[in-house]
């Protein structure tokens, strides 16, 4: 006991350290539009557009090693009915942004620029914030039953 009787012990309740849940959720909605403009940039210019990320593999000699790996972008927007829908996603949700639409049409490709704008806007001052908990919120086990039947 001699060696513990040397420190000082005391009782202490972490508060730091803790984030507010809405506000990440907005900086995630925040990020993915910034990562979108780059994919409306490089289709702008007839480019594909891909992330490098690292990953681990089993090489043929059973070690692991760390491989560089591209992972596409998949665009919020895409080209029907004589113009290009542009959608809101959180990860893999559609936002319903308006409340009951989950897209908005532009005419041409230039526009979805100024959505995507928009879409950056009003995620960062909250506008959001009430479409994306609808969106994350769980479903009871018994409704997930019953909409699977």
């Known amino acids: 006991m001699t060696h513990l009787s040397k420190l000082a012990f005391k009782n202490v309740e972490r508060v730091g350290g803790q984030s507010d849940p809405q506000l990440e959720r907005r900086n995630k909605v925040v990020a993915a539009v910034e990562e979108q403009k780059r994919v409306l940039a490089a289709v702008l210019n007839g480019e594909r557009y891909s992330v490098a990320r690292d990953k681990w593999m089993t090489n043929d000699q059973g070690e692991r090693v760390l491989v560089k790996t591209e992972r596409q972008v998949r ?19 559609v936002l319903l942004v308006d409340g009951s639409n989950n897209a908005v049409f532009v005419k041409s490709l230039k526009d979805v620029g100024a959505v995507l704008d928009a879409f950056q806007a009003a995620a960062k001052v909250g506008e959001l914030d009430a479409v994306i908990a609808k969106a994350t919120a769980r479903k009871p086990r018994q409704a997930l039953a019953a909409s699977h039947a």
């Open 75 to 93: 665009p919020w927007f895409f080209e029907q009915d004589g113009g290009w829908y542009v959608q809101c996603r959180y990860g893999a949700r």
